[in-house]
């Protein structure tokens, strides 16, 4: 079958794709929610996903997969293409599209716990006074780090992508990656960097600007009352904001195929 595989974190899952009327139930708000609260909200995060929308309106003869997990790193993104229960043998081809989250993310497998429900990994930030585990990474966190992590996430999803006949594209949810081009080790350079669908920008910095809102901060996005036209209060897309990727994403990989 030929697919779309999504892989990445809540603006790959979905969230924020809801109806206009669970924000009004919720009293204009659905950030805050545990893993199981948001259970209910999956239905609709799946089929207004970017994901969704690809198939749905562009690739409409393809199966769309949707492995985004929110609160995921790059790396528990790319875990998951292992470790997701979906029928990775029926694949024949089709597309591996990695949204990027935050660099800073790290995500570990430290107890089977995390085997049995959605969430397979716990996700680690570098923030002193969390947890012994959020500080320890503080302690050790680099900037270097996060850049060559990030690397090596990409470079693992381009070569899942070769190995099972998918055209490999990226791109950022809410994150500027062009410093990644300099020169890690040689690490860059195997990169496919006509595969990136949002350079010097991310896709947060391009819903802002669908807003009116250019250059506009999260704080800006998290003190309104009631989500934007394109952005949640909870910085994340709309069900009107994941149309716009999807939009975008089909004509940046319309131009570098050539279709006419």
Request: hydrophobic share 35%.
């Amino acid at each position: 079958m030929q697919v779309v595989l999504g892989i990445g974190d809540s603006w790959t899952q979905g969230e924020g794709g809801v109806p206009l009327h669970i924000f009004e139930e919720r009293g204009g708000r659905i950030d805050g929610t545990t893993d199981e609260e948001c259970i209910p909200f999956l239905k609709h995060e799946h089929e207004n996903s970017w994901v969704n929308v690809l198939c749905r309106d562009y690739f409409t003869t393809h199966i769309p997969i949707n492995l985004g997990m929110r609160g995921y790193g790059n790396r528990g993104a790319v875990k998951n293409l292992y470790i997701e229960n979906y029928e990775l043998d029926k694949i024949t081809g089709g597309y591996l599209i990695f949204l990027l989250s935050s660099r800073v993310r790290f995500d570990v497998l430290y107890s089977d716990d995390y085997i049995t429900g959605r969430r397979k990994f716990h996700t680690i930030y570098p923030f002193p006074d969390i947890n012994e585990i959020n500080d320890c990474y503080f302690k050790y966190y680099t900037d270097y780090f996060g850049k060559q992590e990030t690397i090596f996430n990409i470079l693992e999803a381009q070569t899942f992508a070769q190995a099972y006949n998918l055209t490999f594209y990226f791109a950022s949810a809410f994150e500027d990656i062009d410093d990644l081009k300099e020169d890690l080790y040689g690490s860059t350079k195997l990169i496919n960097w006509n595969s990136y669908l949002t350079p010097n920008t991310n896709y947060f910095t391009k819903l802002t600007e669908l807003d009116g809102n250019p250059n506009a901060s999260w704080e800006y996005y998290k003190k309104m009352k009631m989500p934007s036209k394109y952005i949640t209060n909870c910085i994340h897309p709309t069900i009107a904001g994941y149309s716009k990727i999807a939009d975008d994403m089909y004509k940046k990989i319309k131009i570098k195929n050539k279709w006419i």
